[in-house]
């Protein structure tokens, strides 16, 4: 189901089971209610397509680098929109997001860098744990801190590498 434009929702409230919390409806007639319903439902279908949206760009780059492998790093440097560096990120990414049912809003919230710190762990424990945390929390709440934090956990290692560092540091100048 893709996105409707804004403000033509073809919601039926039938469909819609959703119970509004007390505070969210205080003073609306149930006209209003309906309506924010109804808004309501608009906004999480939203952010569900966004994480849809990030897996499908996932994918595509890592069809992309297989298939046309001598292309794929002007690809990166010269025709997307967004910065070489997320792209490569993604694209390390991608076997784990394949091997893996990880939620939609966990795609809609997440960098780039943070999805290459977990596909990229090669303990199999560790990832599994981290795939295991994401998924328990059905993608929300995970910040990179939190994956970082989980990761010195089980390890004892932050996962950043030099190269990380050394990144973040030269992006900081520019």
Sequence with gaps: MGLVQYGETGVNLDDLKTVLNENS????????????????????RAWS???????????FLDDIKRNY????????????DFSDSIAYDLVKAAPWVRQHDIPNAFLSNIS??????????????VRA???EMIISKE???VAESDIVQKKKELT???????????????????
Excluded: H, W
């Design 25 to 44: 409806i205080t003073g609306l007639t149930p006209k209003f209610r309906d309506a924010l319903k109804r808004d309501i439902f608009e906004v999480n």
């Design 49 to 59: 397509v966004a994480g849809e949206a990030m897996k499908s760009c996932i994918l």
């Design 69 to 80: 492998p001598k292309q794929f790093k002007s690809v990166c440097e010269n025709e997307l």
């Design 112 to 125: 780039a860098r943070s999805l290459r710190i977990i596909a990229t762990e090669k303990d199999d424990k």
């Design 129 to 131: 744990a981290l795939t």
């Design 139 to 141: 993608g929300a709440g």
């Design 156 to 174: 004892g290692k932050t996962g950043r590498v030099n190269k990380d560092v050394k990144e973040t540091t030269e992006r900081a100048k520019k």
